[in-house]
């Protein structure tokens, strides 16, 4: 699997997204759940829990939140289903809620 940094590299312009030799453009509102919020937690201790993620947790909610992709397109960069995006991004965020250790 791709390290988090070679996706971001690949993705480019925040607005655009090329995959094979075919370039999407797309438009696309500011990324925001609002029934989440961090804000109250300690920006380190939050940075620590992201840190302990598997590598496709991390990568998908890179993806959404800091590159402003929806699951659909992230689906694209990855090669899986909108629904499997879905699954990792909640099981993700259900983690950080929490504060469960990554299984």
Same mark, same amino acid.
């Given at each position: 699997?791709?390290?988090?940094?070679?996706?971001?590299?690949?993705?480019?312009?925040?607005?655009?997204?090329?995959?094979?030799?075919?370039?999407? !453009?797309?438009?696309?509102?500011?990324?925001?759940?609002?029934?989440?919020?961090?804000?109250?937690?300690?920006?380190?201790?939050?940075?620590? %829990?992201?840190?302990?993620?598997?590598?496709?947790?991390?990568?998908?909610?890179?993806?959404?939140?800091?590159?402003?992709? !929806?699951?659909?397109?992230?689906?694209?960069?990855?090669?899986?289903?909108? %629904?499997?995006?879905?699954?990792?991004?909640?099981? %993700?965020?259900?983690?950080?809620?929490?504060?469960?250790?990554?299984?």
């Amino acid at each position: 699997m791709e390290t988090i940094s070679a996706i971001k590299q690949s993705i480019g312009n925040p607005v655009g997204l090329s995959i094979g030799n075919q370039h999407l !453009n797309i438009t696309r509102p500011a990324a925001a759940d609002p029934g989440v919020s961090f804000a109250d937690k300690d920006p380190l201790e939050l940075g620590r %829990a992201i840190d302990r993620l598997p590598e496709l947790e991390r990568l998908v909610l890179s993806l959404h939140y800091y590159e402003d992709l !929806n699951f659909t397109e992230i689906g694209m960069v990855l090669n899986l289903k909108q %629904a499997k995006i879905s699954r990792i991004h909640d099981h %993700a965020m259900y983690r950080l809620k929490t504060g469960f250790p990554p299984s």
